[in-house]
């Protein structure tokens, strides 16, 4: 393994990871605004070699031979042979749907199906099979037995893609090929353990683009969805990152939080004004910053909070990206807190924490 890998390791604690950017904020402290690049380019040229003038080089391990990452690629039926029915179905901004297993918060999965295949596993739960990887393995145990590189060349149906990974991906989001499964690891900055793991095929990796990329051909992109799919897709994001939110406060030893509708619906408008407007702040222009939004939808509490951010994947993205971050975590792993409302539009998102005393 080269020595400049495993350096990058000992500077996991000074390096934010996100897409896009995030923001935290609660009636106590000041506001905390964190700005990073958009990672999500593109640039429709050739596939060069390296400035060295060398091919990279491309290490792949085998497919795993158990564990969650046997699904991808198996139908639809095999995969409920396997977990049974899901709790629900989800959709997606990439074509196929969530399959939400989330009665155990243990054992809490997201599968992505698509024409009855399974092409995405997103895998949270500390009690699921994620091998090669453990979740709350340690990562040095992870970069001392896999190859972690930062570029990933794919070529698929006579195009060719090319993931330019930079040090924050490295450090806390990195990718091991395994076959022909792909593997992105969510690494948390602040234990220094796996947090979740998903497993992409090769198309759905070139659909989400979460690294810079550089590609020769055909670039494979996400249906557009209708309106009525979109709002669909947004519904479904706020129950995820609900469910995801509560998965990482039982494993932080936390109450669980309670969904408020009105709550919920102040964070809604908060992200479809932020989206309109594009305008990306916790204080709105037109609405106010949130103690006057959370009046004004007529939400009692005691105590409230705020994250937001934009130009994440997804939800699973989105949750992880605030649990890399000071502020962020804070409020969601805040135990004061009781409550939660969630609003998606488009690729803002918005949560609302409250303190409330149950009628």
């Known amino acids: 393994m080269p ?40 640039m429709k040229q050739p596939i060069s070699q390296n400035p060295d003038n060398k091919p990279s080089k491309k290490i792949i391990s085998e497919k795993p031979k158990e564990g969650l990452a046997l699904l991808i ?12 029915s899901p709790d629900r179905i989800d959709e ?21 199906v698509e ?8 895998a949270i739960g500390q009690n699921l099979d994620v091998a090669p990887f453990e979740i709350g393995e340690p990562v040095e145990e992870i970069f001392n037995t896999h190859y972690i590189d930062t570029n990933i060349k794919i070529d698929f149906n006579g195009n060719s893609y090319h993931f330019e990974l930079n040090d924050a991906d490295l450090n806390l989001r990195p990718m091991v090929q395994l076959g022909d499964v792909f593997v992105q690891l969510y690494i948390d900055k602040f234990t220094g353990n796996l947090s979740s793991v998903r497993f992409l ?16 051909g055909y670039l494979i992109k996400a249906p557009e969805p209708s309106e009525e799919m979109g709002r669909a897709i947004e519904e479904d994001t706020e129950q ?43 204080t709105s222009k037109k609405f106010g910053d949130l103690t006057k939004r959370l009046k004004t939808a007529h939400v009692v509490y005691q105590a409230a909070g705020e994250n937001i951010a934009a130009n994440y ?8 990206g605030w649990l890399n971050s000071k502020g962020h975590r804070e409020s969601l792993l805040n135990k004061e807190y009781s409550h939660l409302g969630v609003g998606v539009f488009q690729k803002y998102y918005t949560q609302n924490f409250i303190s409330k005393t149950e009628q």
């Open 3 to 42: 020595l400049r890998t495993l350096t990058r390791i000992l500077i996991l604690s000074a390096v934010f990871l996100t897409i896009g950017f995030y923001v935290s904020i609660n009636e106590n402290n000041d506001s905390n605004i964190l700005i990073k690049e958009d990672r999500t380019s593109e």
């Open 240 to 282: 995820e990152i609900f469910d995801l939110t509560n998965v990482l406060r039982v494993r932080h030893n936390l109450k669980k939080l309670k969904w408020d509708e009105n709550t919920a619906e102040a964070a809604f408008e908060h992200s479809k004004d932020m989206s309109v407007n594009n305008d990306f702040s916790h």
């Open 313 to 320: 994947t997804d939800g699973p993205a989105v949750v992880e």
């Open 73 to 84: 690629g198996k139908n639809e039926g095999e995969l409920e042979k396997i977990l049974g």
């Open 201 to 216: 095929n090769a198309e759905t990796l070139i659909k989400q683009r979460p690294y810079e990329l550089v590609y020769s």
């Open 115 to 122: 024409n009855k295949r399974v092409v995405t596993i997103f």
């Open 92 to 112: 997606s901004m990439y074509g196929y749907q969530w399959y939400i297993y989330n009665q155990e918060d243990k054992k809490y999965v997201q599968v992505g």
